[in-house]
């Protein structure tokens, strides 16, 4: 019993220390956040605060979503150096213009894909692009 005592103690101190604290905590009002300026000048130098608005990066490849060629072989071999937004933004291409990029990206860049998965990447670029207007370049 003796034993127990000090421990019971020193959980009341802590439970009324933890009322104190949140009982201060509830006064204090939180500071109001000042709205960012968006120009300071100081010294000469004027900063001035812009806002941009990047475009919404995919990183990966959606299937087809009219049950065309699926992502699985351009999602392992393409996605490891830049997003999948790289490719889904450019123009409708010819499949030739295709197989040239994907031909780069492999002897310029060393993409690290296999021989036997071109096919299937050429596949589903190729069907990405729109077949009704196709740009050659
Ligand atoms: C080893 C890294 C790497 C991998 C893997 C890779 N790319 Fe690229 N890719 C690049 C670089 C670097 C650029 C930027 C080239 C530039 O700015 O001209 C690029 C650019 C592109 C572009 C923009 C058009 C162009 O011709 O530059 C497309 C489309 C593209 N990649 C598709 C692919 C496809 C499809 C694959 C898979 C077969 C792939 N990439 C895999 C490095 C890679």
Same mark, same amino acid.
Do not use: C, F
């Given at each position: 019993m003796m034993r127990r005592l000090p421990a019971f103690a020193?959980?009341?101190?802590?439970?009324?220390?933890t009322l104190a604290v949140?009982?201060?905590? !509830?006064?204090? &009002? *939180?500071?109001?956040?000042?709205?960012?300026?968006?120009?300071?000048?100081?010294?000469g130098f004027t900063l001035t605060s812009s806002t941009i608005e990047l475009p919404v990066e995919e990183p990966f490849f959606p299937d087809s979503p009219d049950g065309g060629p699926k992502a699985d072989t351009i999602n392992a071999d393409c996605t490891a150096c830049h997003s999948a937004s790289m490719t889904l933004?450019?123009? !409708?291409?010819? &499949? *030739?213009?295709?197989?040239?990029?994907?031909?780069?990206?492999?002897?310029?860049?060393?993409a690290p894909v296999p021989e036997e998965d071109v096919p299937a990447i050429l596949a589903y670029l190729t069907?990405?692009?729109?077949?009704?207007?196709?740009?050659?370049?």
């Open positions: 020193l959980l009341a101190a802590l439970a009324s220390a949140s009982a201060a905590g !509830a006064r204090k &009002p *939180e500071p109001a956040t000042e709205p960012t300026p968006a120009r300071v000048t100081a010294n933004t450019q123009p !409708a291409l010819s &499949p *030739e213009t295709w197989a040239g990029i994907v031909h780069k990206m492999r002897d310029v860049y060393h069907h990405l692009s729109p077949k009704a207007a196709p740009v050659t370049e």
